[in-house]
């Protein structure tokens, strides 16, 4: 209960997600996230489309399952 609690609060101050989001690891990750993003979309020309094929409907399942737990955390925490 505590921890969801300090979460709830931590995630609604919007300034202490803005400090967050500054700060040198966060804006690293997402540089890194971002240049990772761009080569493999490089290197991807040069797959097999039948592999291409494979990671895209594994990314769609991974993502309905994300949103999915995502949309059950959510009812959890309105509990």
């Known amino acids: 209960m ?3 609690t300090l979460l ?3 995630a609604n101050n919007e300034h202490l997600v ?5 700060s040198y690891p ?3 990750a997402a ?11 490089e290197k991807l020309g040069d797959v097999d489309p039948q592999k291409v094929n494979r990671l895209i409907s594994f990314l769609k399942k991974l993502s309905e399952n994300m ?3 995502i949309a059950d955390a959510k ?4 509990k």
Not at 33 to 40: D, E, K, P, Q, W
């Open 2 to 4: 505590p921890i969801r």
């Open 8 to 10: 709830r609060y931590l």
């Open 18 to 22: 803005q400090k967050i989001a500054e």
């Open 26 to 28: 966060v804006r690293r």
């Open 31 to 41: 540089q890194l996230a971002v240049s990772i993003f761009y080569r493999g979309k």
């Open 67 to 69: 949103k999915e737990g």
């Open 75 to 78: 009812k959890q925490l309105k």
